[in-house]
């Protein structure tokens, strides 16, 4: 579970200051499949990168396996991020010219999981995501749709407890979209909470708990 409890985060100081976050309290359940959705400039990234441990709020807590995210050194924060989160981008964020295999295997590498135990962990959730054949290809050999499915398995290859996706079909058409969310939903299914960072309310649809973001204020939406 992670909990923002009075979470506001500003951007810049005075007249130039964003106030990017207003009082955000909300609790993202273990084993749940939420959904952020809001317009551009609404909040949502905000509240994608608190969550995942990659900023910090202005003020307010988020805390996460007991835990006050906003205590933590960056040293301490990226040990928790690479052990407890996966991240899944819009524009996939994939090496060109790296093989699948190496492009999934990259949070293995900086944990420092030996070379022959990221290769076994890497081929074995790239099978369950149907990627066998594609193993050993470049990453500039792929379709969007596979792009994207390497993607989630470079977020899932390290087993971890949570997946930020952002705007994860932003780039798909929507065949592979909908393969996309029915992959999300199957994370769920495992044990895992997702997280779906998304402006588009069809997407959101399949999620368990739909916060709604405005101007930085985050509210509930029945489902």
Do not use: W
Not at 1 to 16: A, P, R
Not at 157 to 162: A, T
Not at 189 to 215: C, F, P, W, Y
């Amino acid at each position: 579970m992670i909990e923002l409890k009075n979470v506001d985060k500003i951007y810049g100081e005075g007249e130039s200051a964003v106030h990017a976050l207003k009082n955000v309290n909300i609790v993202i359940e273990d084993g749940k499949f939420t959904a952020i959705i809001g317009k551009s400039g609404s909040g949502k990234t905000t509240m994608m990168n608190l969550i995942g441990a990659l900023d910090v709020p202005t003020s307010g807590e988020v805390i996460a396996d007991g835990k006050n995210l906003a205590t933590l050194t960056p040293a301490e924060l990226a040990e928790y991020r690479n052990r407890t989160t996966g991240f899944v981008f819009q524009s996939f964020y994939l090496e060109p010219t790296f093989t699948v295999l190496d492009n999934v295997a990259m949070p293995l590498m900086i944990a420092g999981v030996p070379r022959k135990t990221r290769e076994e962990k890497v081929i074995s959730i790239l099978k369950q995501l149907g990627l066998e054949d594609k193993i050993y290809k470049k990453a500039s050999e792929l379709s969007g749709g596979q792009k994207q499915r390497v993607s989630i398995a470079r977020a899932l290859v390290h087993d971890p407890k949570i997946v930020l996706a952002d705007e994860p079909t932003g780039n798909l058409d929507s065949q592979n979209g909908a393969e996309v969310m029915s992959l999300l939903k199957d994370i769920v299914k495992s044990g895992k909470s997702v997280v779906l960072i998304t402006h588009n309310m069809e997407d959101a649809k399949n999620a368990d708990v739909i916060l709604v973001m405005k101007d930085g204020v985050c509210q509930p939406q029945e489902v």
